[in-house]
């Protein structure tokens, strides 16, 4: 051992040796983890490590500055080892970088860690929430490209129609296309333009999901049809064709499910139902109420601090992904 401690509070004090059921600190060590155990080689020895609950609280973070970004991911890879309830993530659709752990308290001081240790200064805010776009209506559309500034020029009509499919099927593309209106060589642009079509919606730019796409028709001309023509058209036309088609936005819903003492039950669903939570199902555990909901997982941002508070922290809660739902109006 190097330095051995006995740490209270913000005081330390260097000891000789730590006898058994004592609590000390070593400095200088390395390449150990929380949970490891340390042993001596003729005797080895390893103690079970505690189980670590997963986080219930997620911020998006950012550093204050773009020269800042390679400092904070090394901070937090730093602070991430050293406490294993804390998480760090890329949100896949959002590129967000999230933070989680056990409490918002906790965030606060893993914030102010990589402030005063790491000299990282970070914004903060709620993630950004994974939207999905569909449509309720069905619609048809044909657009014409035509471009010529002399020489060759751009020439491509697509006609295509959409439709709305079950909630979970995810986007179709027919072809009902007759008589080679669209020459082979050009329909793998023709799928290409509406597939990125599909990736910003009409509303907020979500991606659009549960649909169905029939390509009906179309023209070519022998100089002037390309594939960036029938990709322009393409697109065009899709966008035409789903703001036509009633679009409307879809929020991600959870599962919740919260256990509480008998005597907190009526706050809890109160504070859910302000949460425009649907209460799905009510039943007692020993002396504990257990409460099943779904609700937006827009609306639980900050929900660990206020069930806290609505139940004097005897409350617990878990929630996982269910399913998308149509929202009343566009946040």
Same mark, same amino acid.
């Given at each position: 051992?190097?330095?051995?401690?006995?740490?209270?509070?913000?005081?330390?004090?260097?000891?000789?040796?730590?006898?058994?059921?004592?609590?000390?600190?070593?400095?200088?060590?390395?390449?150990?983890?929380?949970?490891?155990?340390?042993?001596?080689?003729?005797?080895?020895?390893?103690?079970?490590?505690?189980?670590?609950? *997963?986080?219930?609280?997620?911020?998006?973070?950012?550093?204050?500055?773009?020269?800042?970004?390679?400092? &904070?991911?090394?901070?937090?890879?730093?602070?991430?080892?050293?406490?294993?309830?804390?998480?760090?993530?890329?949100?896949?659709?959002? @590129?967000?970088?999230?933070?989680? @752990?056990?409490?918002?308290?906790?965030?606060?001081?893993?914030?102010?860690? &990589?402030?005063?240790?790491?000299?990282?200064?970070?914004?903060?805010?709620?993630?950004?929430?994974?939207?999905?776009?569909t449509i309720r209506g069905s619609a048809a559309v044909s657009h014409l490209l035509r471009k010529q500034n002399g020489g060759q020029g751009m020439y491509a009509r697509v006609d295509l129609a959409v439709e709305p499919t079950?909630?979970?099927? @995810?986007?179709?593309?027919?072809?009902?296309?007759? @008589?080679?209106?669209?020459?082979?060589?050009?329909?793998?642009?023709?799928?290409?333009?509406?597939? *990125?079509?599909?990736?910003?919606?009409?509303l907020e730019g979500a991606p659009v999901v549960d649909l169905a796409i029939i390509i009906t028709d179309g023209d070519a001309h022998v100089k002037d049809s390309n594939e960036q023509a029938f990709r322009l058209a393409v697109?065009?036309?899709?966008?035409?064709?789903?703001?036509?088609?009633?679009?409307? &936005?879809?929020?991600?819903?959870?599962?919740?499910?919260?256990?509480?003492?008998?005597?907190?039950?009526?706050?809890?669903?109160?504070?859910?139902?302000?949460?425009?939570?649907?209460?799905?199902?009510?039943?007692?555990?020993?002396?504990?109420?257990?409460?099943?909901?779904?609700?937006?997982?827009?609306?639980?941002?900050?929900?660990?601090?206020?069930?806290?508070? &609505?139940?004097?922290?005897?409350?617990?809660?878990?929630?996982?992904?269910?399913?998308?739902?149509?929202?009343?109006?566009?946040?």
């Amino acid at each position: 051992m190097g330095r051995l401690l006995r740490v209270f509070a913000n005081r330390w004090t260097e000891i000789e040796s730590a006898g058994a059921g004592e609590i000390c600190a070593i400095a200088g060590l390395r390449e150990f983890t929380t949970g490891d155990t340390l042993c001596h080689p003729q005797q080895p020895l390893m103690l079970e490590p505690p189980a670590f609950p *997963d986080p219930v609280v997620s911020i998006a973070v950012e550093a204050i500055s773009r020269a800042e970004q390679t400092r &904070l991911a090394e901070a937090l890879a730093r602070v991430s080892d050293e406490d294993p309830t804390f998480r760090v993530s890329t949100h896949p659709e959002t @590129g967000q970088c999230l933070i989680s @752990g056990m409490g918002e308290l906790h965030l606060e001081v893993v914030r102010r860690k &990589l402030k005063d240790d790491h000299q990282v200064e970070t914004l903060v805010g709620p993630p950004q929430i994974a939207y999905r776009e569909t449509i309720r209506g069905s619609a048809a559309v044909s657009h014409l490209l035509r471009k010529q500034n002399g020489g060759q020029g751009m020439y491509a009509r697509v006609d295509l129609a959409v439709e709305p499919t079950p909630r979970g099927s @995810g986007v179709q593309i027919r072809q009902a296309v007759a @008589g080679g209106a669209i020459p082979v060589q050009f329909l793998n642009a023709v799928h290409r333009g509406i597939q *990125d079509s599909l990736l910003n919606g009409p509303l907020e730019g979500a991606p659009v999901v549960d649909l169905a796409i029939i390509i009906t028709d179309g023209d070519a001309h022998v100089k002037d049809s390309n594939e960036q023509a029938f990709r322009l058209a393409v697109a065009e036309a899709m966008r035409e064709a789903l703001a036509s088609a009633q679009p409307v &936005l879809l929020e991600p819903i959870m599962t919740l499910e919260c256990s509480t003492p008998e005597a907190h039950q009526g706050d809890i669903i109160g504070g859910l139902n302000q949460r425009r939570a649907r209460i799905t199902a009510l039943h007692s555990d020993g002396h504990l109420a257990v409460v099943a909901a779904e609700v937006p997982l827009a609306e639980m941002f900050g929900y660990a601090g206020a069930i806290r508070s &609505l139940s004097k922290g005897r409350a617990s809660y878990s929630m996982t992904p269910s399913c998308y739902r149509a929202v009343a109006q566009v946040p």
